[in-house]
């Protein structure tokens, strides 16, 4: 299995040419790498590499998201676990998909894919256009306006903090305090 960040980097661009979806993976990844530290620390680059590439296929394939990554994870020469941990992030949301989050880095994976991308529009709406200074209760007024990010999906997210059995503020504060670990690198 290639664990290499820079390695899978490359694989990313390979399949998406927008900045927006290669930042999204590198968002998603550090994050992943955030909680990591806290829940398999062992495992911090498994973890962030599985956050990179959990859309590797969106951009060209977005009709068969996650069904193609697992085509894609197999050239690249992946492993049936890492397939696993990338294409149950989308359980319930794309049609044909039956692997479901298990373990906690899938279900971290699941609540904050989407969770992510509504706080940083949240936060690119600020003055300050930073997390540093975001506050909960910016991201719930936010969450509560269906048209705001409406490509976030707050089910999905709702469903994510339950399968965690996290309260969703708890998973909103975290998943900013885990943002806030990536500036000023990441410029969010």
């Not at 790498?33 to 620390?41: G, H, I, L, M, S």
């Not at 394939?61 to 696993?84: Q, V």
Request: glycine fraction near 6%; charge should be negative; include cysteine.
């Amino acid at each position: 299995m290639i664990l290499e960040y820079d390695k899978a980097l490359e694989i990313l661009k390979k399949y998406n040419q927008d900045d927006f979806h290669v930042r999204h993976g590198e968002v998603v990844s550090g994050v992943m790498r955030y909680f990591a530290k806290e829940y398999d620390p062992e495992r911090e680059d498994f973890w962030a590499t599985v956050g990179l590439l959990h859309d590797i296929d969106f951009e060209m394939y977005p009709d068969e998201h996650c069904i193609k990554a697992e085509e894609l994870l197999r050239e690249n020469g992946y492993d049936e676990e890492f397939i696993h941990g990338v294409v149950c992030h989308a359980y319930g949301i794309c049609e044909g998909l039956e692997k479901k989050p298990e373990h906690i880095m899938e279900k971290i994976l699941f609540a904050t894919d989407e969770l992510t991308g509504l706080i940083g529009a949240v936060a690119i709406m600020r003055p300050s256009k930073s997390v540093m200074d975001l506050e909960l209760k910016s991201v719930k007024k936010k969450f509560k306006t269906p048209k705001f990010a409406a490509g976030c999906s707050r089910d999905t997210i709702k469903k994510g903090a339950e399968e965690l059995g996290w309260e969703l503020d708890e998973l909103m504060q975290r998943t900013i305090d885990a943002m806030r670990s990536l500036s000023p690198k990441m410029d969010i």
